[in-house]
């Protein structure tokens, strides 16, 4: 699902998640499998990766005019998190 461009709305995706916690295992492995299609379909799109120790894994989704949404994805699998994603940004 993220093979295409994104909307032209979109401005950001930040994506926070713990570098070791089991939480956000599921958001580690997404980010190493779709991170690279979404910068290839949108390669002018700031995608930011935060890991702190503790964070619980969420994504931020800001679009024009400053609005911002975000989900929770702690201790989702890896394609409940590309779901919960793809809702956030369609």
């Known amino acids: 699902s993220f093979a295409k461009a994104l909307s032209p709305a979109l401005r950001e ?5 713990s570098q ?14 779709t991170y690279p299609t979404i ?5 002018d799109l700031p995608v930011m ?3 702190a ?12 005019r400053g609005v911002e949404k975000h989900v929770e994805l702690d201790n989702l699998s890896s394609s409940d998190v590309a779901s919960k994603v793809a809702s956030l940004l369609s």
């Open 13 to 17: 995706i930040r994506i926070l998640c």
């Open 53 to 64: 120790s503790g964070t619980p894994a969420r994504v931020f989704a800001r679009f024009e």
């Open 39 to 43: 910068k290839q379909h949108n390669p």
């Open 20 to 33: 070791t916690g089991q939480a956000s295992a599921g958001t580690r492995q997404f980010i190493l499998s």
């Open 49 to 51: 990766i935060r890991e």
